[in-house]
């Protein structure tokens, strides 16, 4: 890309007209985009070229306006093309409705500059500060209520001649938003029923003992996210099964897992092409090469991205730690081979560009998702509510939080990450209103500031995949200033953490007194209990350890083997910190053995964030609404000395159990 861009800077240089650029440029766009299937190139005028699409694409019409060389210098000139093309696109959409505005776009060039011109929804219209002053109000459609939004003008370079070809290629695909995607993937269609089926039918046949630990340690996570709630969500098991074509016997929490397994997997899938994106817009798309691939082939491309290995070559660390929904690789079976290469089929039908295309509209796309595949009625019983966002922003006004990168924000159950995308836009419309985004060093200062600063927590581990997905569909293009990055979301118990439970057994509750801490933590699991040496956290090693206690079980490494390892690498006090990761690492062998490790040194990790995290400024969030009598047995006598140690709950006896 960096070639085309220095290829059109000659072509400008030479250029005496509109018609000399076109000319010289045309050859060159159509060129690199090569033959596209739905896409039609209309000359239109002697400056312009229109290209049409698909009629479901993101965009039908995008029209491309050619500038004499040195045209767009000054806000002036800006905004006088800015008009005209934007006249042009309201004619390119044969109605001035709402609907077809939002599928036109405008491209204005002059060899030098380039800008780009899209619809925008008035509720959408705080959602960003726009470049140039007076736009919104300049380019107002009669029949709409909305506008178009100016992007730019920027410089020609690989990174804007990028955006032009993402906006070529979204004349061919359909919009990644929530209705398209229901309706191809929600339950009664093919897709669904495929893979959903494979997932239900391989869960209760499989003797793999990953698979039952990995949907064990998941049961007792559902049990403490959902309580008591289960019981009555038992009676709503037949309409969830008729819509995936499951057995009218089949149990809520197997039926449930299938169903969450397939949301994952459509979540991961979207993660990795809008990352492949950020390599450019013709980097290979994962999801485009899965159907052509054999059975061999194509479970090891499903296994290197469950294991994160596709996230860490686009520089995301941790997308997938503690992940119980890559158990279906333990259990792979034909029909599961033909149902993920049906899914990657349609997948690869709609464009991973849309949430950068529109931005403001991508929020909503995993939340409405998952509300159509898993029926309303169900959600109600399990207690499972989503944040409206004008709620969200409503709290964050109160709060008085304007996306300052340097002001650190908690949500301490984020659910699908509706509190941190929000703040993560706050935080460019602060750049953007004090140009800190046209630095590049101090773009990329803010970049790691909201990294550092805005940061979730959840126990629920679908939750945490879609809000690791949402935070990195609002992170967007500042992953290409600051990556390798690791996302600030986490799968773990804000409420119980490691160093409170144990605190909890010595009746010794302090949060903030680290004096009283014991020499070890422990956390419970399915599984049994694990012990973490205090020292670890103390030196700050956490993530080092737990990535070697990893490799070297990978690697077959005996107990002693480990701890001779360690103590080349890392040094910890006292030395009966050693004895304790010897014991851990020889319990997570003995699971490896057994077959039932993958996930319990990176849960360990991420169960540890609200101990390591350093003090929040704000906290904002909707914890969940559930009653004391509702919660999980198990939790509710884990957490009642919390509750009593910090005079938020009084009752004794009889009471307390009833709450």
Partial sequence: MKELA??????????????????????????RLGVQDGIEVQP???????????RDAVYGHLTIEYKKPGELAGEDNINRAAKQLARYLEKASDDATEEALKRVAGVCIDGKLI??????????????PLRVKRQLSLFNAEKAEGGFQLLGPYPVTSESLEELFRYLSALRRRPLSPEPLAEEFGPGSQPAQAL??????????????LVKALFNQWEYTFGVVYGEETVRAEKDVPELARGYGLPKEAGLRYALFAVHTYFALIMKLIAAEVLSLQQGSFAPSLIGQLPAMGPVELKSQ??????????????????????????????????????????????SEFEPTTPILRSGEARDLLKKLYQYLVPRKLRHDLGEYYTPDWIAERLLNQLGYDGNPDVRLLDPACGSGTFLTLAIDRAREFMAARFLDRDPLKRKECAKKILR??????????????????YLLAFGDFLRDVRPIEMPVYICDSVLTPVLQKKAQQKRLSLFD??????????????????????VLDKGVLGQVTAMIESCVEAGYKPEEFISRLRREVTLEPDGAYSLLEQLY????DLESKGRNGIWARLLKNSFAPVLQEAFDLVAGNPPWVNWESLAKDWRERSKDLWVNYGLFSLRGHEARLG
Avoid: C
Wanted: aromatic content about 14%.
């Fill in 453 to 470: 600063n805005v940061v979730g927590f959840d126990l629920n581990p679908l939750a945490v995949i879609a809000a690791r997905t949402n």
């Fill in 6 to 31: 220095q290829k059109i800077s000659e072509i400008a240089a030479r250029a005496r007209t509109e018609e000399d650029l076109k000319m010289g440029v045309e050859p060159l766009i159509r060129e």
């Fill in 302 to 347: 499903m296994a290197e991205l469950e294991d994160g290995g596709v996230f860490r070559t686009y520089g995301v660390q941790n997308f997938l730690e503690g992940d119980f929904f890559r158990w279906y690789l333990d259990a792979w079976e034909e029909d599961v081979t033909e149902a993920v290469r049906l899914l990657a089929t349609r997948l």
């Fill in 44 to 54: 239109e005028y002697e400056k312009q070229t229109g290209f049409r699409g698909r």
């Fill in 514 to 535: 680290k004096a009283q801490d014991t020499d070890f933590f422990f956390l419970p699991t399915s599984a049994g209990e694990f012990l973490m040496p205090k020292a």
């Fill in 196 to 209: 959903v089926g494979a997932f239900y039918q391989a869960l209760t046949s499989t003797d793999s003992g």
């Fill in 115 to 128: 800008f780009f011109l899209r619809y925008w929804p008035a509720e959408l219209t705080h959602a960003r």
């Fill in 586 to 589: 020889a319990k997570i062998l």
